[in-house]
């Protein structure tokens, strides 16, 4: 199954080019305006990648970012990629204060810019992968070392209470481990 991506473009030529380009390896749902993306993001799931243009006739593509980081599920955000003809520092930099994963001038370099950023994404999801897995293999491994420990302070008080029946149990120390108890040299 294709990985989901949403096209909120309105100039034809652009989501024509991004179709072409992209419609084999995603499966591509083209939205003209910040409302109707914003409508889909309520109705339905969000998809993984979203190339946000940055001017639209209704708002500009901020408002999408702002819309839907009040609807995305916290683990799994998508990952919106601005597209904009504004080669402005500071537009770019609002774009990521409210959300976008990067920031591509449309342009000579467009192409592989985005190639870049959707290789970036995809070292990202590997990473985030990596990073679960090391937590559930350290997770086992504390399960396991308190498991152990339990295991050693169990046996460690059955030899106690074999050795000395009649003592008191606050008396035992678990930590003096191959010595014997006060208790044993008196029987």
């Not at 976008?100 to 959707?118: M, Q, T």
């Not at 992968?129 to 169990?154: D, H, Q, Y």
Request: include cysteine; hydrophobic fraction near 40%.
């Amino acid at each position: 199954m294709k990985p989901s991506l949403w096209l909120v473009e309105d100039d034809p030529i652009w989501v024509e080019l991004i179709q072409s380009k992209y419609g084999e390896k995603y499966s591509i749902q083209h939205f003209p305006s910040v409302s109707a993306a914003v409508e889909a993001s309520r109705s339905g799931s969000l998809p993984k990648y979203i190339l946000l243009d940055y001017h639209l006739p209704d708002k500009p593509g901020t408002e999408l970012l702002k819309a839907l980081r009040k609807h995305e599920a916290p683990d799994a955000p998508p990952y919106v990629i601005m597209l904009s003809a504004q080669e402005d520092v500071q537009t770019a930099a609002d774009t990521f204060t409210y959300g976008a994963y990067d920031y591509v001038v449309k342009g000579d370099h467009v192409w592989e810019r985005l190639r870049i950023a959707f290789r970036n994404i995809d070292r990202q999801e590997a990473l985030r992968a990596e990073v679960i897995e090391l937590r559930l293999r350290v997770k086992r491994s504390v399960l396991a070392v308190i498991g152990v420990i339990l295991l050693a302070l169990g046996l460690s008080l059955s030899i106690y209470l074999r050795l000395c029946p009649k003592d008191r149990l606050w008396q035992w120390d678990p930590f003096g481990v191959g010595q014997k108890p006060s208790c044993a040299s008196v029987q």
